[in-house]
T-cell receptor, first 117, second 117 residues
């Protein structure tokens, strides 16, 4: 049973380019979460999506960042016109049901390390 | 105020000894969950242990146990019989029961544990 898959594992972009990060949740999971980890810091919540719906984007920067989770295919975190401050590890997590089950952990992918030159 | 506080940036422990990693949390909710994750140098986030706010007994998972002191709002991780493979970053996280924030995990800044042979 494959875990959460993320690709690419490492991504290098020049300032002004676009970065696309992909996340395939665990089989049977329909809830996806994106987190960002800056160097020397813990993970910070960005967005929570279900299929075709953004449920909570309270942690997303207002500009340049967007996320989607289409009916078919992986969830995509898109960063337009990247800047050096976007350099971070971006983690995707998934869970099988909605977030009201406290006992339910989120299963994390291996992360994508984004480096902006 | 920080939701999760980890005051030990780095810890050292002798192989086969026990070590305690500190975590305090802040929430006004009565219903919440506390989690510990391990992040080895390879970068993935590995779920270790969970404690619910209503659980009367401390959680245990193999060599991991969670010292839950509700009145003090602390959820320290105890690793017994440390092994070299335990060297990693350790993150404490909390999930609140509030419907408005229950989607996300709040993470601390982590503790880097080094096991000395």
């Amino acid at each position: 049973n494959a875990g959460v898959m993320q690709n690419p594992r490492h991504l290098v972009r020049r300032r002004g380019q676009e970065a696309r990060l992909r996340c395939s949740p665990m089989k049977g999971h329909s809830h996806v979460y994106w987190y960002r980890q800056l160097p020397e810091e813990g993970l910070k919540f960005m967005v929570y999506l279900q299929k075709e719906n953004i449920i909570d984007e309270s942690g997303m920067p207002k500009e340049r960042f967007s996320a989607e989770f289409p009916k078919e295919g992986p969830s995509i975190l898109r960063i337009q016109q990247v800047v050096r401050g976007d350099s971070a590890a971006y983690f995707c997590a998934s869970s099988p049901t909605a977030g009201t089950g406290l006992v339910e952990t989120q299963y994390f992918g291996p992360g994508t390390r984004l480096l902006v030159l | 105020a920080q939701k999760i506080t980890q005051t030990q940036p780095g810890m050292f422990v002798q192989e086969k000894e026990a070590v305690t990693l500190d975590c305090t949390y802040d929430t006004s909710d009565q219903s919440y969950g506390l989690f510990w994750y391990k992040q080895p140098s390879s970068g993935e986030m590995i779920f270790l242990i969970y404690q619910g706010s209503y659980d009367e007994q401390n959680a245990t998972e193999g060599r991991y146990s969670l010292n839950f002191q509700k009145a003090r709002k602390s959820a320290n991780l105890v690793i017994s019989a440390s092994q070299l493979g335990d060297s990693a970053m350790y993150f404490c996280a909390m999930r609140e029961g509030l419907l408005t924030t229950g989607n996300q995990f709040y993470f601390g800044t982590g503790t880097s544990l080094t096991v000395i042979p």
